[in-house]
């Protein structure tokens, strides 16, 4: 099972950034998917949450109307998750995780989520 997460990077106020996770090795298909992120000595918080068939999302307060996460379907049950954040300011500076989570419903409680990727680092600055 692996879900490799990239794209993050540093860029300016103001600017954009899309995070991707290529998600492999059981059926995520049927798994609901969310970013997460994780900054400097804080908890780690959700930002975005996307349902098993798309239909659903959910975005923290921070997060609406900049960030849009989506998922496409690719072979052998793999899936990549998409997270297009837009409008970047200094307080998106953090770890962002992607991470799955059997069942179906919404959750905001990261305990809930069953795998996660490794982070990738976005670093934005004023």
């Known amino acids: 099972v692996q879900l490799q997460a990239c794209g993050g990077g540093s860029v300016q106020a103001g600017g954009s950034l899309r995070l991707s996770c290529l998600a492999s090795?059981?059926?995520?298909?049927?798994?609901?998917m969310a970013w997460f992120r994780q900054a400097p000595g804080k908890e780690r918080e959700l930002v975005a949450h996307?349902?098993?068939?798309?239909?659903?999302?959910?975005?923290?307060d921070s997060a609406k109307g900049r960030f849009t996460i989506s998922r496409i379907s690719g072979d052998n049950a793999k899936i990549t998750v998409y997270l297009q954040m837009n409008s970047l300011h200094p307080d998106d500076t953090a770890v962002y995780y992607c991470?799955?989570?059997?069942?179906?419903?919404?959750?905001?409680?990261?305990?809930?989520?069953?795998?996660w990727g490794q982070g990738t680092l976005v670093t934005v600055s004023s």
């Open positions: 991470a799955a989570r059997s069942g179906s419903g919404y959750s905001d409680h990261a305990y809930e989520y069953h795998f």
């Open positions: 996307i349902s098993w068939n798309g239909a659903t999302t959910y975005y923290a």
């Open positions: 090795g059981r059926t995520f298909t049927s798994y609901a």
